[in-house]
């Protein structure tokens, strides 16, 4: 039997309440036989019996589907009652009644909550029996919506155990890959930038002073690479950017965040016009990680002979941050995607790294209550960050 089919038979039989059923359905009607049936266009199956009359099927058992009532039902979807075949003016010449020697029989379709039909549960005797009355079909009917009921359960229950099976096996796996990122790999790159800080306070002639740069500078950008990978990690893993909110007062930091990048890239000129003498509610580690992200988005794709525009300050009761350049416009299709992790705002060679800068921006702005926007022309290309003030904070 495949594997699916064997399932749905096994499915029934974990329905506790299914041998009741046919007990209440061969004591109710006088019938000597009554199963639940898994019918396929090709397969009849018995998924579970009561058998008083030594018709001889077991659970698992089979018929063949064609010889069957219960291949006509699959298709119609509607029950079929019959009180006594020799005498039943569409049943009289049927080959069933008289292949499985039966004169009353009584089946109802079992359909599931999305309308796949499941089987029967049907039931049949030698002798004619009074089936056709109100009282019996809504029976049929009523047991029929139960089992189905209890399929679609089953099915819920089982797949939300799978869900939390692989939910414990993702959260191991976060924190497996959370910890080999900040300590196995961070704590040797911090070793090796520790030395070339050292190197670099060693009197050195120019050529072993450039490499001592080289290696701090790499250690510095693999060291930034493995932060985003951790934020990677927290927000698609875990349950999201951690951030820290309480007042603070952002201009030093963020004046701190342009510093640094102007050092690396001092070819580069970096117009900032910042507003920010109150405190703002916000966790500024990761305020100043945003505004870094996004200049240097900028400087990656901006032209390089125009410079960077930052502004920063409250406005309309909103905190803000916008960071614009010139240069080419960021595609409407890329735009779609922008914030993904792993899309870079552009597909030239060369630039960018493993585009999750916007990406963690996105992130920060979220947990943070605002919104991160941009808007792409030939003239400009600007990201803005926006996030309301709360009546808890401070500026108002």
């Given at each position: ?173 976060r924190d497996q890959f959370i910890a080999v990122l900040g300590h196995d790999l961070r704590n040797p790159l911090h070793a090796v930038s520790s030395a070339a800080e050292m190197l670099e306070r060693t009197p ?124 080419d416009p960021i595609p409407p299709t890329a735009l779609e995607h922008l914030f993904e992790p792993f899309f870079p705002a552009t597909h030239q060679s060369g630039q960018g790294g493993l585009g999750l800068g ?39």
């Amino acid at each position: 039997m495949p594997n699916d089919l064997q399932a749905d038979v096994d499915a029934v039989s974990r329905i506790e309440a299914v041998p009741t059923i046919l007990e209440v359905v061969c004591r109710t009607t006088g019938m000597g036989f009554a199963a639940v049936a898994r019918v396929t266009e090709d397969r009849w199956i018995a998924c579970s019996v009561r058998d008083e009359i030594a018709f001889g099927l077991q659970p698992g058992g089979e018929l063949k589907v064609e010889t069957t009532i219960c291949d006509e039902i699959r298709q119609n979807r509607e029950a079929v009652i019959i009180n006594h075949a020799d005498e039943d003016e569409v049943y009289c010449r049927h080959p069933t009644p008289a292949m499985y020697g039966f004169q009353s029989y009584i089946s109802m379709p079992v359909t599931l909550r999305d309308g796949t039909f499941f089987g029967t549960l049907c039931a049949i005797d030698p002798r004619p029996a009074k089936l056709n009355t109100p009282e019996t079909i809504g029976m049929f009917k009523l047991f029929a919506e139960l089992i189905a009921f209890q399929i679609d359960a089953n099915e819920r229950l089982a797949a939300s155990e799978a869900s939390l099976f692989d939910e414990r096996n993702t959260s191991v796996l976060r924190d497996q890959f959370i910890a080999v990122l900040g300590h196995d790999l961070r704590n040797p790159l911090h070793a090796v930038s520790s030395a070339a800080e050292m190197l670099e306070r060693t009197p050195l002639d120019e050529r072993a002073m450039r490499f001592a740069r080289l290696i701090k500078a790499a250690a510095d950008r693999a060291s930034a690479l493995i932060e985003n990978l951790m934020d990677l990690a927290r927000g698609r893993l875990g349950g999201g950017i951690p951030a820290n909110r309480k007042p603070e007062v952002l201009e030093p930091a963020l004046m701190h965040v342009l510093a640094e990048l102007r050092t690396t890239s001092p070819d580069r000129v970096i117009d900032a016009q910042l507003s920010l003498t109150e405190p703002v509610n916000c966790d500024v580690g990761r305020i100043s990680q945003l505004l870094s992200n996004l200049v240097a988005n900028a400087l990656a794709y901006g032209r390089r002979d125009a410079p960077i525009q930052v502004r920063a300050g409250v406005f309309d009761g909103n905190f803000e941050i916008s960071v614009s350049n010139t240069g080419d416009p960021i595609p409407p299709t890329a735009l779609e995607h922008l914030f993904e992790p792993f899309f870079p705002a552009t597909h030239q060679s060369g630039q960018g790294g493993l585009g999750l800068g916007l990406y963690i921006a996105s992130e920060i702005a979220k947990v943070h209550g605002g919104t991160l926007l941009v808007a792409s022309s030939p003239d400009e290309t600007r990201f803005t960050f926006r996030m309301p003030l709360g009546a808890s904070d401070p500026i108002r």
